[in-house]
C-alpha cells in the first residue's frame, strides 16, 4: 500500500544547489512560478520565503507579468561589462599578424606595447582575428615560368599525330615511415616503430597525360643511367606512337652528357623540361602525395617490404583514378583542347 505523504530528502548543500539554480540558470523558470502561486493566492511574502527572494522582487515579477504578458519574464538585453582593449586592438593584430614569424601570445602582446590587459583576454582578442596553424612552405618562383610554360604548349601542338605525352618525376621512399595525422581512439597515441638506419630508394614515375596511365620504377639511386633505363621503358610502352614527349623538372640527370647521348641515340624521345622551382606544375606530384598518405604510419620490416608497398599501390589504381588524382587538365603544359582529337588527322 502506498504511503499517503511522499515528502523530499535532501541534505543542507543539495538545497543550496536547488536554490542558486532556481536563481541562475532556471530564473525564468522561477519566475512563473512565483506567477502561478500568485495567483493562487500566496502573499509576496510567502513565495520570497519559499523561493529565498526578497518580497519587492516577488512584487516586481507580478507586476512585469501583468504589464507584459509571459514576454516579461526573461531577463531583457543588456550591455554588459565594456570590452577590455581598445576598438583599434583587433585591427592592430590582424596587421601585426600579416607579415609572416613565429607569432606567440607573447610576442604579439610585447609587439603592441604590452596593453593594460590579462593574457587570457590577449589569447581572446587573438582568437577573434586569427588560428593557430602551420604556414606553407612554397616553392620559389621562376620570373620565366610563363615563358617557358608556353613555349612547352607550343612544342606539344607541334608534335604529329598520335604522339604520347607524359609527365614525369621522381621521389623518394625511405623504410623510416612517413607520419601523418590521423584519427585514434581517445586516450590512445599510436607508435610507429623506426628502424636503427634508414634506407631509402628512388621512384622513377610518368603519367600519361591524356589516358591517366602510370609507369615506374624503382631503383637503388637516381643517376643518369637509372632515368635513361626509365626512359627505354617508355619507349616500349608506345612503340607505334611517333614521337614521346617526356616533360619533366630541372634535375641533373635529366640534362646530363650520359642523358643527351642516349636522347641522341633515341631521337623518338623527347625530353621537355618545365620552370625552374615550379613543382606544381606537374601532375605527378599529386601521384606521389597519394602514395605517401596510402604508406603512411606504417613500418615495415625491410625496405623491400616498403618496396612491395609501392607497387601495390600502383598496381590496385585504375587509370581513372590516376587521372582524377593527376587532374593533367590544371597543368600549365597543355595547350587548350588537349586531348584524344588534338593533332589534326588524328
Known amino acids: 500500500m502506498r504511503p499517503a505523504h511522499v515528502y523530499a530528502s535532501m541534505s543542507e548543500q543539495q538545497h543550496t544547489e536547488l536554490i542558486t539554480a532556481l536563481h541562475g540558470q532556471w530564473r525564468t523558470a522561477t519566475r512563473m512560478v512565483i506567477v502561478v502561486l500568485s495567483a493562487a493566492g500566496w502573499t509576496a511574502s510567502e513565495i520570497a520565503d519559499l523561493l529565498h527572494y526578497d518580497p519587492k522582487t516577488v512584487r516586481t515579477w507580478i507586476a512585469r507579468h501583468r504589464s507584459e504578458g509571459l514576454t516579461g519574464l526573461p531577463d531583457r538585453p543588456r550591455s554588459g561589462r565594456p570590452r577590455k582593449g581598445s576598438r583599434r586592438l583587433g585591427e592592430r593584430i590582424h596587421t601585426l599578424l600579416q607579415t609572416p614569424r613565429s607569432w606567440t601570445t607573447t610576442r604579439i602582446f610585447k609587439a603592441l606595447g604590452r596593453p593594460q590587459l590579462s593574457m587570457s583576454t590577449m589569447r581572446r582578442r587573438i582568437r577573434e582575428q586569427a588560428r593557430w596553424a602551420r604556414p606553407r612552405l612554397i616553392a620559389k618562383s621562376d620570373p620565366n615560368r610563363d615563358t617557358i610554360c608556353s613555349g612547352i604548349r607550343d612544342r606539344i601542338a607541334a608534335l604529329p599525330a598520335g604522339s604520347v605525352v607524359l609527365a614525369e618525376d621522381e621521389t623518394h621512399i625511405d623504410l623510416l615511415a612517413r607520419v601523418r595525422s590521423c584519427w585514434m581512439p581517445t586516450g590512445l597515441r ?14 622513377h614515375g610518368a603519367v600519361n597525360l591524356l589516358t ?31 614521337i614521346i614527349a617526356v616533360i619533366c623538372d630541372n634535375g641533373s640527370t635529366h640534362h646530363s652528357k650520359i642523358t643527351q647521348r642516349w636522347l641522341a641515340e633515341h631521337p623518338r624521345i623527347q625530353v621537355i623540361e618545365g620552370a625552374k622551382y615550379s613543382p606544381q606544375d606537374n601532375p605527378v606530384e599529386r601521384i606521389w602525395a597519394a602514395m605517401k598518405r596510402q604508406i603512411a604510419n606504417t613500418a615495415t ?28 587538365w590544371t597543368s600549365p603544359w597543355l595547350p587548350p583542347g588537349y586531348g584524344k582529337d588534338f593533332w589534326p588527322g588524328a
Not at 608497398?309 to 583514378?321: E, L
Open 301 to 328: 620490416a625491410t625496405i623491400n617490404d616498403r618496396i612491395q608497398q609501392a607497387h601495390a599501390f600502383f598496381q590496385h589504381r585504375t587509370d581513372a583514378q590516376n587521372l582524377a588524382t593527376a587532374a593533367p
Open 190 to 203: 599510436h607508435r610507429i616503430l623506426t628502424p636503427g638506419t634508414n634506407v631509402r630508394r628512388t621512384v
Open 212 to 242: 591517366g596511365a602510370v609507369h615506374h620504377h624503382i631503383s637503388v639511386k637516381n643517376v643518369s643511367v637509372v632515368f635513361c633505363y626509365f626512359l627505354q621503358q617508355l619507349l616500349d610502352a608506345y612503340p607505334h606512337a611517333p
